[in-house]
């Protein structure tokens, strides 16, 4: 709701359309999942007329009507409240600890707790319709003692709403680590109707499963703590606890089988409807568009693929447009016509000339930050000499006063993070304004918790699925040093300095050393010391060595996170190429070849360095149901196979003329390697 | 109208084709072998007896192992884990003095109940009732695949490279370039079915297995002749084995597999082992895959009188149905060539030529296309064997005989695939019943240009759909012409069919010739 407002023409034309379709059929669908639901809990083996009747019964009721309205409205409320929290990239936390961090952030504190509150309005609407002895909260006392009628508390009433609002917050918590708003692109286009009716059934057995789950946690969380909300809530609203009866969180009150089955079936339902809104979201915001690749209209021109593509404000804008590229240059002979056209007057290929540079530019990025991260992890498997490990301890002492800096220190020694700062800057290197300017954001708190990349703690905040992304991303600004595009491979383990020879780092981190550097004085000398002496004494502890060391292959997965980006962008750059072997007319592609065949084969030799990496290649186990899509996951075997075939498409298309092509000499020792089919 | 009578006679007995040069297919003895190649691809020989058969029966001997004096608990969950529900309520069934009699009751009643579910299902689609073992053999691309030594072959795609399933599970891979055959072995490996190497990509090749499908990653590089399972990617998915066809798309993006148990089939992105399940439910199983070369369709034939039409962009398919398919793809025209039992006698000696078609084979320039006739097991005149025609598809569509290949005496042609690349016509690799492998070159100046220019072009595999009960029907169709091979479409009319793909509607206006 709040990020609709964002004056992305696209956001507003497409996007805001898409999603209140969406979230008008999980309304549509409600009512019928009501009345399935209301069935379901009626069930009872031994008066199958009875549940029949009073089914039929209590579909006509008022009340129910009243609970279906309410229901619908938290339904919309809660699906325009998780609007901005879809993200087309998935954030990665590298540490336990950065995990943790994402779980306190304030953003998900909210989300967590409307999560809860919704959570139990549902199961209160479902308390209200089930009826029987779940209505109300309160209930005459069985046995009174006084004359006067007591009002005790319905502990099966307050058992149900505890139970919402516990599957609510283990909902938007199971959100964070499986990340549940990820929208992940499909491999093949469906249309809408097939997509739903194929992963219907899935969504409701995982909804069955994930809610036996939350229950058997309940239950046993009830067993332990009820009395705690029991009597809280019975001297809040002065209400006395019925001694005549079970105590529900004793172990004769959670053998009642009917209540733990209704429990699981209304839990079901929560999660069913939360799921059904997750997943029309996704069916409908990443359906193909079809943008125009030229227009003759001045007004419609910033609507235009050439355009859109170099968007850098809506992120979901960015990647429909990538994903069109993609299926245009696959199927669709008219609209490459268009691509590969000339300008009227003038005659230039602009569409042509945007399109590519944009794309060369996407892979370059990612090839600096493959070589970025190999650098850092070669250079941290190396013994460093103390001077400079003072020096880049430094680096971080402005944090070291509170505890943060302190286990910034402890993780340093565990794991490479110390080079965070730099690194942070390696990467967004060409726009080095924004080097400082995040690490002034990120430095007190979060530099610590910050993991090798800037995929990470504070990410999430940052790249919602329509909220201008600020300045973070990677591939804002993406003009490229020809140095870097053709470095030798003798550059990989070479110090820093010629690495961002694009930018001045202002980092203090190991930055090259003048060679006269004055010695550290004494008092440096001792902090060092007693920094290791911290260093070890944390490095030591069990707790602290769980939560700091990095997950495997996270940081892996982190730096390609994004990489379905990469991925159409290669896609498409290919097909053009290769169909432009007999579509394109005024050998508009010839022009660019060297620049795209140059990068492709710098990207699959920073690919095939990082894949050498220890845990890089080591898959994730599967997961067959799960509601959070997992495909990021392996986002970067598929970046791998696409960058190799899309070599070869070339390659197997244009074959000997290609040695009239002039690329530098061991991008043509590789490419007649791909020439004889041997990579 | 093209018929096996205005065919030249077959060879001799004792002679072997050996290649095609002015129009004509010439034999002569092996020895006598003179082929203008500049790789003379390996005329390989794998005798039976040097491969041993796993012995590994489905119902395995676990039986008689275990001990049965187990607890019922232990039993039970046994049961799941190897038969599942079924499994769990036989065994609750069979024990009954350990078991309370409402519980052994109750068990045999949903028992029986599931049990005559199943037979209907069964009878609806009565390849259900098979075997895994024997499921493959009926509905693999190879002739008579249980006892063939030669179980798949693969030609790669792009270079001189092929790869061999054999009989005892594992694959071996030549190449043009080195002497070093790798050998492929996996404890998943079993009972290998179909094989494609990946298109545009150097080292991939996915193997149809009995559980799963392998994805090999072989570095063409490399000097090790075994290479680690290691290198071996499993992709499964519940429900979906045997593994019987996969097709790679041309774009080599997509990876296609079918079971003919489960109705769905799985479209996968290999890399990132993420698959799609295709829903459809109508046929009972999908039993064969094969894309058309732009890649823009692909056809899925299922065991029953039905095959689909897959459209590549949005995923929606056209049902066709027909008596029984064997279908074929051309960017432009869709050919269905229906089987057609034909059985004539040639003069010379009494060989019986014709029957059912097992399997056909399109080479990619699109001039000849070879049909491997099933024969009859029973008589000793009637033996498979491979003819082949001439065609040509533009102005109009033509068949013209062209011979028949033979291979040595008393080998019977199992597969047969075209080398995708042949630089002077058309090169037929056949595996034969005595383990051999051979080449047959057919020397022509391909008229037409391979089809696009885009990505080179594929083979056109054949898909293969089965019949049980119709084979009488067919004849008697079929016995008003005898003696004429008949590629028919879904209905029965006679001639040659083939349609536009825009006038797909099942009545659309046919072409006959």
């Given at each position: 709701m709040f990020s609709f407002n964002q004056n992305c023409w696209f956001i507003r034309k497409v996007v805001r359309w898409r999603g209140v379709a969406s979230i008008m059929w999980s309304v549509l669908l409600l009512p019928p999942i009501i009345s399935l639901l209301i069935f379901l809990i009626r069930f009872s083996v031994f008066h199958p007329t009875n549940w029949i009747s009073g089914y039929l019964g209590l579909l006509t009721e008022v009340s129910t009507l009243f609970s279906v309205f309410l229901l619908c409205a938290a339904v919309i409320f809660l699906a325009f409240f998780n609007l901005q929290y879809y993200t087309v990239v998935p954030s990665i936390p590298c540490s336990r600890v950065a995990l943790l961090a994402e779980v306190l952030h304030l953003r998900q504190c909210i989300h967590s707790l409307v999560h809860c509150a919704v959570g139990m309005l549902i199961m209160w609407c479902v308390c209200v319709m089930s009826g029987g002895r779940y209505r109300t909260l309160q209930s005459p006392c069985a046995r009174s003692e006084s004359d006067g009628v007591d009002v005790c508390l319905n502990e099966y009433h307050m058992f149900m709403l505890l139970a919402g609002a516990f599957m609510g917050y283990s909902y938007s918590l199971m959100g964070v680590v499986q990340n549940v708003h990820y929208v992940s692109f499909q491999i093949i286009q469906q249309y809408k109707y097939m997509r739903f009716k194929g992963s219907a059934w899935g969504l409701l057995k995982c909804s069955a499963v994930q809610s036996l789950y939350f229950v058997r946690n309940y239950v046993i969380l009830y067993f332990l703590l009820g009395h705690v909300p029991r009597t809280w809530i019975s001297n809040i609203l002065n209400l006395r606890v019925d001694s005549s009866v079970h105590s529900l969180d004793s172990f004769g009150g959670l053998c009642d089988v009917s209540l733990v089955y209704q429990l699981w079936i209304s839990g079901t339902f929560l999660l069913l409807t939360w799921n059904l809104n997750v997943l029309l979201f996704r069916i409908y915001v990443t359906e193909p568009y079809r943008f125009l690749v030229q227009s003759s209209f001045a007004e419609d021109a910033e609507e235009c693929l050439p355009k859109v593509l170099t968007e850098k404000n809506s992120l979901v804008l960015k990647f429909l447009a990538l994903q069109d590229l993609a299926l245009l240059s696959q199927n669709s002979p008219s609209r490459r016509q268009e691509v590969f056209s000339l300008s009227q007057p003038g005659g230039h290929p602009h569409n042509w000339n945007a399109i590519s540079k944009e794309c060369v530019s996407m892979l370059n990025e990612l090839t600096q930050r493959l070589i970025a991260h190999h650098d850092t992890v070669a250079s941290n498997g190396r013994a460093k000499p103390p001077s400079e490990r003072s020096d880049s301890g430094s680096g971080s002492s402005s944090s070291s006063a509170d505890g943060g800096g302190v286990f910034g220190t402890v993780m340093s020694g565990a794991e490479e993070v110390l080079q965070t700062p730099h690194r942070n800057d390696l990467i967004r290197t060409p726009g080095s304004v924004f080097g400082s300017a995040v690490r002034t954001v990120n430095s007190p708190m979060t530099a610590p918790f910050t993991p090798d990349l800037p995929v990470s703690f504070s990410s999430p905040a940052l790249r919602?699925?329509?909220?201008?992304?600020?300045?973070?991303?990677?591939?804002?600004?993406?003009?490229?040093s020809p140095h870097v595009t053709r470095r030798n491979p003798k550059l990989w383990s070479t110090s820093p300095d010629s690495r961002t020879n694009g930018s001045s780092p202002p980092s203090p981190g190991p930055a090259p050393q003048p060679a006269g550097e004055p010695k550290p004085s004494f008092l440096s000398q001792w902090i060092q010391n007693r920094k290791e002496q911290v260093k070890g004494f944390f490095a030591k502890r069990v707790l602290v060595v769980y939560l700091f060391n990095k997950l495997p292959e996270a940081s892996s997965q982190a730096l390609f996170a994004d990489s379905q980006a990469h991925i159409w962008a290669l896609e498409g750059l290919s097909h053009l190429v290769s169909v432009s072997f007999s579509e394109d007319k005024y050998g508009v592609v010839q022009t660019t070849l060297p620049s795209i065949l140059c990068c492709m084969l710098s990207l699959q030799e920073a690919v095939d360095r990082h894949f050498?990496?220890?845990?890089?290649s080591s898959k994730p186990p599967k997961t067959w149901s799960s509601v959070g899509d997992s495909t990021y996951k392996t986002l970067r075997f598929a970046l791998r196979a696409s960058l190799k075939t899309s070599i070869y498409r070339i390659t197997s298309t244009f074959r000997e003329h290609l040695h009239a092509v002039s690329v530098p000499a061991e991008h043509q020792k590789r490419l007649q390697q791909f020439l004889e089919y041997k990579e | 109208m093209c018929s096996l009578a205005l065919f030249p006679s077959p060879p001799l007995s004792g002679q072997v084709t050996l290649f095609e040069a002015n129009n004509e297919l010439v034999c002569g003895?092996?020895?006598?072998?003179s082929e203008k190649q500049q790789w003379t691809a390996p005329s390989l020989y794998f005798s039976r007896e040097t491969l041993k058969p796993h012995s590994r029966p489905e119902s395995s001997s676990k039986a008689a192992f275990l001990d049965h004096r187990d607890t019922l608990w232990m039993r039970s969950a046994g049961a799941w884990r190897d038969a599942g529900l079924a499994g769990l309520l036989d065994e609750i069934t069979n024990s009954s003095e350990e078991v309370p009699k409402w519980l052994t009751l109750s068990s045999g009643c949903v028992l029986a109940l599931l049990r005559w579910m199943s037979s209907f299902h069964c009878s609806l689609f009565p390849h259900l009732t098979l075997s895994g073992e024997d499921m493959v053999a009926e509905f693999s691309q190879v002739l008579s695949w249980s006892d063939s030594p030669i179980r798949s072959f693969a030609w790669h795609p792009h270079t001189d490279r092929f790869a061999v399933a054999l009989l005892d599970d594992s694959i071996k891979i030549y190449n043009s370039r080195s002497a070093i055959t790798p050998t492929l072995k996996h404890r998943?490996?079993?009972?290998?079915?179909a094989m494609q190497w990946k298109p545009l990509c150097a080292s991939t090749l996915a193997v149809a297995c009995h559980t799963c499908l392998l994805i090999w990653h072989v570095?063409?590089?490399?000097?090790?002749?075994r290479p680690s399972s290691g290198c071996a990617q499993v992709l499964s998915h519940p429900g979906h084995s045997p593994v019987t066809s996969i097709a790679w798309s041309p774009s080599g993006s997509l990876l296609v597999s079918a079971s003919p148990v489960d109705t769905a089939m799985m479209v996968w992105n290999v890399a990132a082992e993420i698959c799609v399940p295709l829903q459809?439910?109508?046929?009972?199983?999908?039993?064969n895959l094969s894309w058309s070369p732009d890649g823009s369709r692909l056809l899925a034939a299922t065991p029953s009188a039905l095959f689909r039409v897959w459209e590549t962009t949005m995923w929606t398919c056209e049902r066709w149905p027909c008596l029984k398919g064997r279908c074929q793809e051309d960017p432009r025209l869709l050919l269905v060539a229906d089987l057609s039992v034909t059985s004539f006698t040639e003069p010379e000696g009494e060989i019986i030529i014709g029957g059912e078609v097992q399997s056909l084979a399109w080479d990619p320039t699109g001039e000849r296309l070879a049909v491997l006739l099933k024969g009859n097991t029973e008589s000793v005149n009637h033996s498979a064997i491979i003819a082949v025609f001439k065609t040509r598809s533009s102005p109009i569509f033509e068949l013209l005989p062209c011979g028949f290949v033979k291979g040595e005496a008393r080998a019977e042609p199992r597969l047969m695939h075209f080398q995708p690349h042949f630089q002077h016509g058309a090169l037929l690799t056949v595996c034969w019943s005595n383990g051999r492998i051979s080449h047959v070159p057919f020397y022509f100046v391909a008229v037409g240009k391979p089809c696009t220019t885009g990505s080179p072009p594929l083979p056109h595999f054949t898909s293969k759909t089965e019949d049980y009960s119709e084979v009488d029907a067919v004849s008697g169709v079929v016995a008003q012409d005898a003696g004429t091979l008949r590629l028919q479409s879904g209905s029965c009319s006679p001639g040659f069919q083939y349609r536009p793909l825009n006038e797909v509607s099942s009545d659309g206006p046919h072409e006959d010739h």
């Open positions: 919602p699925l329509f909220s201008p992304h600020v300045g973070q991303r990677p591939w804002l600004g993406s003009v490229q050498k990496l220890p845990h890089a | 003895s092996s020895a006598e072998c998943l490996q079993r009972s290998v079915s570095d063409p590089n490399s000097l090790s002749t459809r439910v109508g046929g009972g199983g999908v039993t």
